[in-house]
């Protein structure tokens, strides 16, 4: 499946402008993610405004992280833009690698270290009921690459992934629904 450059530069330069401002120095709060409470769901949803900025401060990041872990939950939405979403992710050792079949997934690592596993083939392949993942066992023949603070994983549909080799690892994790385009000649 191909896909426009609008939707691939947007992706990219998103992941980008987190990555610029994943430091705790240079986050700044208008519209601010409030702390989650000890008994706040596992996923918030906030839709993003069409007619402002939204921000989100470091401090309320690292607070929705530390709920997260003390919880054992892997996952919080803190942005649904109905095609795309933006997500503080905790991946455990024991997560299944998955296939995408409709949607980019972009890893910006904020904190520690990893092995991302991309490409191959994914075994003992599941389809998820809920979503548009298929989740397998392990990848066969994939391509083993360490990850840091500050990389960027971009993995486009159709291709497994998954991580392993976790140290501190922390990413946000931005989805976009993938687009069919016709080729051009």
Known sequence: MKTGPSIRTSAITLAALLTVTASPATFCSEAAVAAPAAAAPAVATNRVPSDR???FANGDLQNIWKD?????VINQRIVEG???S???RIVKPNDAPLVHQASFDIWVVTAGSATAITGGELLNPVKR???DDTAGTDIRGGTDRAIKQGDIVFIPPGVAHGFKDLKDFRAFLIRFEAKPTTAQP
């Open 53 to 55: 900025a939204t921000f």
């Open 68 to 72: 997260l872990e003390a919880r054992q």
């Open 82 to 84: 109905g095609s795309y």
């Open 86 to 88: 933006v997500n503080v």
């Open 129 to 131: 009921a809920v979503a």
